[in-house]
């Protein structure tokens, strides 16, 4: 977003003295609470063109959707050939095996035979029963995401469904028709209720999709967007649709890629905390940090030295300049500061970890059940199993809330360190900008953070230790991966507004002090990101309206415009 620069009115006095050295003494505009579209409307991204093999899909690719790339998506040209000699194979087993969801019933009806002429109704009924869910529905994004999945998933050849089925799906996705995919009702075993919700609209029935910004039954939108009414699911072909794990994937896939954005956002205002507070740089010595052995650590550490390399503020001049005459050296700062690299390096352990788990489940075969050749080469087989339990990415969903709920949880004790004179080390009172007493400064802004952390915390408790059994017994253990990512993404939310309050304070503490700091410079990395905040929000004075501060402050926050470039 591009801004005009204006000058600061002739009788604030305050804030003609608060901007830092090294910078222009302007400062932006004030801006409306609610802010407004670019100037210049922002370039088309480039579309993302995807060849689906079963092995190859990159968190590249699915960061790319994510971010709201345009794609198109097929099936390698090999890979219809091959998915079609599996078909051919299961449905010449089925004259010898029973095979669940095939030529059986579901759960706990599994030992309900099937006739060959009930197989297509029941593909049918199977994603009317199973598309009960509710609540909100996935983002656009994330539903798509989902789709290509399970699409690169059937690819692989081992769900013994037709290539027409992931083409089907793919064909929705190219076209821009996305199926509303409701959230809750999912526990983590199966994408049961969202993906048959997807189902329906595959087969055009009535189940709602959204399409050019309009939202209706699949029946009328799927000709509407240049597809056919209707398609038709044969037998074996439904449940692979609802077996696996594809939506807690791509939803775990959306909170890596908003986590590591929030990652990188924690360093630079941790980093702008530290030049506020003039901190101590010995705790970022890389000798200490590489003898802890954690690889995550080192590189945190390397990113802030980086950020706040050639501040003149955190010296012994920088902190002597707020009371020269009382002066005494700090010798070390408080445990939230010089632990922050450690803390901040579980939650990079953490996703380097979801990585490499969702690589790998969006190249793996998690339907049951699977069908392989058999060892002497002679025809192929079904395989029942349980390769559609989330239990590794629920419990690393769990993992990644923990830890950004202690960054979280940390970013607040930094901001609560700023309103006080002792613990900032010479800050005005409450960060107010004008008579402190006659002004409150951001003392409630602070509180907005403090007030999120107890509902980060309860919403981090781990739902995968919390199975319960359902079905007649038959799914008598649950991976509850579907309400960790829930509560991991309402958790996201709250990491943003709180890191925004920390950026806001952060900011203000800076400017409160830059007049007794001039000659001495920022880092390099932190001017710049002082800068960036100030071109959007400007230094409080006496006290005023808050709520447009903190609003633009978490627009940044969410923007990703506060992504330091020793981040990039």
Known sequence: MTTKVGRIAAGVALLAVVCVPGQATATPE????TVTAPAQPPQAPQALSLVLDGGSFSLRDAFAILAGRPVTAQLAATVPAAMNRTRQGALAALATQRVYGWNQALGPLKDRPLSPEQ????QRNVLRSHAAGVGEPLPDNVARLALILKANQMARGTYGVRPEVPQR?????NAGVIPRMPQIGSLGTGDLQPQAAAGLAALGEEAPVRYMGREGPASEILPQAGLPREFVFQAGEALPIVSGSTVVAAMLMDAVYRATALADQ?????????????????????????????PEEDAVAARLRTMISGSGWMTEEGRRRLDPANYEPRIQDAVSVRAAPH??????????????ALVREANSSTSNPLVFQRADGRGYEFVMGGNWDASVMGHLADSLNAEITDVGVLSQELTGRLLSPRWSYGLPANLAGGTVGLNSGMVQVQTVAAALIPEMQARATPAGTLSRPVKDGQEDHNTMAMASVRHLQDNLDRLAVILAVEYLMAAQGIDLIAQKMAGLPLGAVTRA????????????GDDRYMTPDLERAIWLVRDRRLIPSAAR
């Open 30 to 33: 004030r801006r409306p609470s």
């Open 266 to 294: 924690a360093e630079g205002a941790f980093a702008l905390f530290m030049e506020a507070t003039r901190a101590e740089q010995g705790s970022l010595d890389a000798r200490t940090h590489k003898e802890r052995h954690i």
């Open 529 to 540: 990101l002082h800068a960036e905040f100030r071109r959007y929000v400007t230094p409080l």
């Open 169 to 173: 799906l793919l064909s929705m996705v």
């Open 119 to 122: 197989a297509e109704q029941f």
């Open 343 to 356: 803390i901040m390096a579980g939650l990079r352990h953490v996703l380097a970890d979801l990585r490499r």
